[in-house]
Structures are given as structure tokens and as C-alpha cells.
């Protein structure tokens, strides 16, 4: 799998949106770009994906670069339970296994 | 649905004892995942089935190590013998072929303490 490379933390304040970027330089062709997010004592939780066009549904939105070198998962009114690790992922179509890096550690403020 | 069932979700246990942690995926699933993390590692993939066959066991850390699938809905990732060092959280994830549309489930974790 493609690496993906994201800032270690960030912070935002409630009721704000929050810009959470993500940079694949190496991603192919047939990569799909891949949002989860954990939550404090609780498993990963899928967020959103793309291939190239951006995405929205109700949870955020996936604004993909033209190039595909980069995405940005935008929340659009962060609150205080959307603080949680934001792991940006890329995978295929053949491959079945997500390779999870460390990820953006999001902190919203009050 | 449920979403994939876990347990337990907590577990203490003495080095050297065996352990065997268990989950249920989402009916109709047919990928099964075996993450573990912790905080030095992150998240790393264990072993995953696809229609109750392991397809891939590299992440496996040693032969202490084993994962079963008998059937579509229940899986067992077994510790023998246990050691500190296996304390983490273990977390089970199913998907649908092309879950590329669909994505991962996960459960909730089994918090696994070695002392």
C-alpha cells in the first residue's frame, strides 16, 4: 500500500471547521483514498472515501487535489466529539488490508 | 445489524497463560481483519481471512500467535502462552468484498493486560 503522510496533531475550536490534510505523492492510479477515525477507547470508524472527484456525505467532505498527490478532509462545524485520530489511507482495488500510520490527532476546543 | 461483536472486552491474565479472544462480524461479510494496537506500534494488521480461509498471516508476531475462522460468523485469535508484551488492544474488522464502496468495520477492541 501507498503511504500517506498527515500533521501529528491539530487543534480547532468547536463550531469551526477543521482542514485535516493528507499527502500521497506516491498514489497510482487505482488507489482510493480512504478517511477513518478513532474515537477515545473505541475501534476506527470509516469516514469517508474517494478516487478522484471530492465527496461529500454527512459526516465530512473529501476534497481531492487534481493531481491526486493530496487530499483535505474537511469537518465542516467541528464539536467536541469529532476530537479523535483522523488516519488517512490509500488502498486499490486488489487489496484487501489497510495499512493504518499514525494519523492526525484532532483537538477541538470549547 | 449489531456491527462486529467482540469479547471480551477486557482481559487480565498471568504470563504464560493462554488467551483467546473472539469475534463476531457483520453477517454477510466475507473479509475478516485481526488489528492490534498500541501506543509505541499504532495499528498493525495481524491476519485476515477472505470466506473463512486465512489469506494473509505475515503480521503474525510469532507461533505463539494462531487465528481460526470455522464458520462465516465467528473468529478466535489465540495467545499461547502469553507474555507482557502482548498487552494491547486487539480489534476485529469485517467488510464486503469490493469494501472499497463500503469500507471496514470495526469492533470495539478486547483490551488485553498481560501481568
Known amino acids: 500500500d501507498a503511504k500517506t503522510t498527515q500533521p501529528n496533531s491539530m487543534e480547532s475550536n468547536e463550531e469551526e471547521p477543521v482542514h485535516l490534510p493528507c499527502n500521497h505523492s506516491?498514489?497510482?492510479?487505482?488507489?482510493?483514498i480512504h478517511w477513518y477515525r478513532q474515537l477515545p477507547s473505541q475501534g476506527p470508524e470509516y469516514v469517508i472515501h474517494?478516487?478522484?472527484s471530492n465527496v461529500n456525505n454527512r459526516m465530512a467532505s473529501l476534497a481531492i487535489a487534481e493531481d491526486r498527490k493530496s487530499s483535505t478532509l474537511i469537518l465542516h462545524r467541528a464539536t467536541l466529539r469529532d476530537a479523535a485520530v483522523y488516519y488517512c489511507?490509500?488502498?486499490?482495488?486488489?487489496?484487501?488490508?489497510?495499512?493504518f500510520g499514525p494519523g492526525t490527532r484532532l483537538s477541538v476546543l470549547p | 445489524d449489531a456491527g462486529v461483536i467482540q469479547s471480551p472486552r477486557h482481559e487480565v491474565t498471568e504470563m504464560g497463560q493462554e488467551v483467546t479472544l473472539r469475534c463476531k462480524p457483520i453477517?454477510?461479510?466475507?473479509?475478516l481483519f485481526w488489528y492490534r494496537q498500541t501506543m509505541m506500534r499504532g495499528l498493525e494488521l495481524l491476519i485476515y481471512?477472505?470466506?473463512?480461509?486465512?489469506?494473509?498471516d505475515s503480521g503474525m508476531p510469532e507461533d505463539r500467535f494462531s487465528a481460526k475462522m470455522p464458520n462465516a460468523s465467528f473468529s478466535t485469535l489465540k495467545i499461547q502462552p502469553s507474555e507482557p508484551r502482548d498487552s494491547a488492544v486487539y480489534f476485529c474488522?469485517?467488510?464486503?468484498?469490493?469494501?472499497?464502496?463500503?469500507?471496514?468495520?470495526f469492533g470495539s477492541g478486547t483490551r488485553l493486560t498481560v501481568v
Open positions: 474488522a469485517s467488510s464486503l468484498k469490493g469494501d472499497r464502496f463500503y469500507g471496514y468495520t
Open positions: 506516491t498514489i497510482s492510479g487505482t488507489d482510493y
Open positions: 474517494g478516487l478522484t
Open positions: 489511507i490509500l488502498r486499490d482495488d486488489y487489496g484487501q488490508n489497510f495499512v
Open positions: 453477517s454477510g461479510h466475507d473479509y
Open positions: 481471512f477472505n470466506n473463512n480461509v486465512p489469506i494473509d
